[in-house]
């Protein structure tokens, strides 16, 4: 008995283009159920604990008036529902820039037209060992990570992480 017969057939019983069809179709339907349902079709995180943490963002260079918006208090924010997690504390600081000056030597100084942001939250997220987890970010010092409340979406870095007791 061969494989592939000459007419195309797989064990002389079923279509090669056939089989392609219906793996491609049940690969579809997967795909809108994710999509659709908004979870993951199959969780394998079975025993995760939501746990206290407080994390730093350092923001990328705005205007200063942009950080105006943030206010100690606000509530975190992901695809348009709240997370349960506040902003803690902000401090404006010095976006430092890197230029020669004119004999040709590297000077730093503060940039005078934009400003970075240090914002610590406090926040409830899932973990799962070793995996940190608000809503879908993991999060990880290092990584980028948008920072969103009601009123503000920042592009920032995680800077700092720590666990609350």
Do not use: C, W
Request: hydrophobic share 45%; charged share 25%.
């Amino acid at each position: 008995m061969k494989l592939i017969t000459k007419e195309g057939k797989l064990f002389n019983k079923i279509h090669l283009f056939d089989l392609l069809f219906l793996m491609l179709l049940i690969v579809v339907i997967l795909g809108a159920i994710s999509k659709f349902s908004g979870k993951n079709i199959i969780n394998l995180s079975t025993n995760s604990e939501n746990i206290m943490v407080e994390f730093t963002v350092e923001t990328y260079p705005f205007h200063e008036d942009y950080f105006a918006s943030i206010k100690v208090g606000d509530k975190l924010a992901e695809d348009k529902k709240y997370i349960n997690g506040t902003v803690t504390d902000i401090q404006i600081i010095d976006n430092m820039l890197a230029l020669p000056d004119s004999s040709g030597q590297m000077v730093t100084g503060p940039d005078p037209l934009k400003k970075k942001a240090l914002v610590t939250t406090r926040v409830e997220m899932s973990y799962n060992d070793p995996v940190y987890k608000m809503g879908k970010e993991e999060m990880v010092v290092g990584n980028i990570f948008f920072f969103t409340t009601e009123k503000v979406k920042l592009s920032s870095v995680i800077v700092d992480f720590k666990r609350v007791e």
